[in-house]
């Protein structure tokens, strides 16, 4: 048996100054969208709680998306001496506001309530309530740890860095510089390198429910954290600093090697850009003869580069890491609009994202291709999206509204020029839009539920026939596969391809997105109003009476939209039924 690398992580060596302290991990935020087909372990908390294992006696992660309210009994039988709640996410804001409402209310107001995670550090201000004692910006090990001994010790946060915290007046102070991009990328990275274990073991009770498409109880990986480009829609690398810092080839194996899952999802943001370490990666894990599969997020530069050279390296790299399990990838692909491109700032090209698909598919790599949908889209732009992606047969398409995150460039610009519908967090879930559409805003959903009704490997058209058979027989092999390998079960691929409906389906996408998207549908019909309003001195005493008369029904066409969006969902409830007759779950193209 050959020997497998040791983790090196930082010796732990302080005394315990507290008793209990408990993470929760909200419910989602959102109303549809990605979380019904994956709902992975919660591994930034169990970095957190790594952190701060050796100060406490007692250190508790209570998962809310799996036992809603399940935090009160641990409340109760360990009373907690700080609380740790997670914001990840946007449209968690307001969740998470309330969770920590109702926890004051049991623990009482001596209990510091800390919020931490990737969105409550770009837009902190959400989390300004009286109930919250102090916000973490950026990856949280450092700080929490800081923050649970500055407790332990006296009671204060005051030395505590890289936080907002409450003063005795009550007012929220920043404990840190400004956020300063600095361009600095580590491989083999110290800091990577000795951080703390993630505390899986907190997490177990959870286990059965995590899932990753139809892949049980998968475990996720950390390798890197941060990124090199500079997406203008992409808030990563404002959390990070700008800074790009990857772990030892060595530490990824060893943790691997350590979990018992047959999947593994790694959660980094851009996986495989060191590719000499990428290298290393997948020699080691087949050196070892670890037998996994694996998803990992990716450039296509990263497997297309623009030099000969370069490119004959990577793809030597890339037919490694299929060779040793990597399975499937997450591609931010965007747009195959070169324009579009250039607009977000994404810095590879319609011919690097096409050429590197062809080329993972020739080595059996399956694409996940996430795309942004643009507000300005025409019913032509979502037929040319449909036909890409049937011609490049993309697996699992992902498709977006274009959101401008709390934290990014387009947030900024966004707000200086108020083209923003909305800063309600609620809305910021990728499957509304807070822009103004070009399409009436009920039509721009249904475009959205079509792109995943006709495309992906689960594509079935609406007369019930298979969108593209080879894509569909070479995802019912691998399935297969799998269950063949005990990597998933039959039930676990059912299960997730009734979630995956809910994408498919524009009743779902329109009933649950009617009640918001009835404001918007209101503010853009109003908006519009008020921008004719506006041009009314322009155009002179022609048109003005006209003006006035429409702004003096501005409400009656606010009661018609609402009426419009009523009579489009039923008339697509019952489209969506006949549908699901025919697209029964057991009608499988897992036979194949
Ligand atoms: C992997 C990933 C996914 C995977 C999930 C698989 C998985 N294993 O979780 C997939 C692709 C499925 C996914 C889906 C989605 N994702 Co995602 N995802 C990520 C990603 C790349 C990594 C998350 C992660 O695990 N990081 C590693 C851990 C160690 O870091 P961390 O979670 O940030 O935790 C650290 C700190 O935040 C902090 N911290 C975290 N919690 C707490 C709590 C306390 C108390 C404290 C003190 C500190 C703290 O300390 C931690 C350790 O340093 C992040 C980007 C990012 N860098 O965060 C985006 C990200 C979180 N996802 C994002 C989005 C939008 C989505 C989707 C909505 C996409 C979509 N349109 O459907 C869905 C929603 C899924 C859902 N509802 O659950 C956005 C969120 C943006 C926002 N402001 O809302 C992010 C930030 C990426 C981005 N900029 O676009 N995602
Ligand atoms: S979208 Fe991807 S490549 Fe672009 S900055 Fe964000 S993480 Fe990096």
């Not at 934290?407 to 909305?422: F, I, M, Q």
Request: include cysteine; charge should be neutral.
């Amino acid at each position: 048996m050959t020997s497998l690398p040791v983790i090196q992580t930082r010796k732990l060596a302080e005394r315990e100054c507290l008793n209990n302290v408990l993470l929760i991990v909200p419910q989602n935020g959102y109303y549809t969208g990605f979380q019904g087909l994956v709902q992975t372990e919660p591994l930034g908390i169990e970095y957190v709680a790594g952190a701060v294992s050796d100060l406490a006696k007692n250190v508790q992660i209570h998962d809310d998306r799996i036992r809603p309210g399940g935090w009160r009994d641990k409340v109760r039988s360990h009373p907690p001496d700080l609380v740790g709640i997670g914001c990840q996410y946007t449209a968690d804001v307001p969740v998470v506001t309330k969770l920590a409402r109702e926890v004051r209310e049991l623990v009482g107001p001596d209990v510091p309530i800390v919020v931490g995670g990737h969105h409550i550090g770009l837009r902190p201000a959400d989390a300004f309530t009286p109930e919250i004692s102090a916000i973490v910006r950026g990856p949280g090990e450092q700080p929490f740890r800081e923050l649970v001994k500055g407790w332990g010790a006296k009671r204060s946060f005051e030395d505590v860095r890289e936080i907002w915290y409450r003063d005795a007046d009550g007012q929220y102070v920043a404990n840190m510089d400004p956020i300063k991009i600095r361009p600095h990328f580590k491989y083999d990275s110290p800091i990577m390198n000795e951080r703390p274990q993630p505390r899986r073991d907190l997490v177990e009770q959870f286990r059965d429910d995590y899932f990753f498409l139809f892949y049980p109880k998968v475990y996720s990986v950390e390798t890197a954290r941060g990124c090199r480009y500079r997406c203008s829609f992409c808030s990563v690398w404002n959390h990070h600093q700008g800074e790009y810092l990857v772990e030892s080839p060595n530490r990824t194996v060893a943790e691997i090697a350590s979990l018992p899952s047959g999947y593994v999802n790694f959660v980094d943001d851009l996986a495989f850009s060191d590719i000499d370490g990428a290298g290393e990666l997948a020699d080691e894990l087949r050196r070892l003869g670890i037998n996994k599969r694996y998803w990992a997020q990716i450039r296509a530069d990263n497997v297309w580069p623009k030099s000969v050279e370069k490119r004959k390296k990577h793809q030597a790299v890339f037919e490694k890491l299929a060779e040793a399990g990597l399975d499937m990838v997450l591609m931010g692909l965007e747009s195959f609009d070169p324009a579009e491109l250039k607009r977000v700032n994404k810095g590879s090209t319609v011919e690097q994202n096409v050429r590197a698909i062809e080329f993972l598919r020739s080595i059996g790599v399956k694409i996940w291709g996430a795309q942004i949908v643009f507000p300005e889209w025409d019913v032509a732009d979502f037929d040319k999206t449909i036909e890409m992606n049937r011609k490049l047969g993309i697996e699992v398409p992902q498709y977006t509204i274009l959101t401008p995150l709390p934290g990014t460039p387009d947030y900024e610009r966004a707000v200086r020029d108020g083209t923003l519908l909305t800063l309600e967090p609620g809305m910021y879930d990728f499957f509304h839009s807070v822009f103004k559409t070009k399409l009436p805003l009920p039509q721009f959903y249904t475009e959205i539920a079509r792109l995943y009704k006709e495309t992906g490997t689960w594509a079935v058209n609406a007369d019930g026939s298979v969108a593209d058979q080879d894509l569909a027989s070479r995802a019912a092999r691998s399935i297969f596969r799998d269950i063949k390998d005990g990597r998933t079960v039959p039930t676990a691929v059912r299960a997730f391809k009734e979630r995956f409906e809910v994408l498919r389906n524009e009743q779902v996408h329109l009933a649950r997105l009617a009640q918001t998207a009835l404001n918007q549908v209101g503010a853009q019909a109003l908006d519009q109003i008020g921008e004719l309003a506006a041009l009314k001195d322009q155009l002179g005493g022609r048109f003005s009476e006209k003006i006035d008369e429409i702004v003096a029904r501005k409400g009656q066409v606010a009661e018609r939209w609402t009426e419009r969006v009523d009579e489009i969902t039923s008339e697509l409830s019952a489209k969506a039924k006949r549908a699901s007759q025919v697209l029964s779950p057991d009608n499988p193209l897992l036979q194949g």
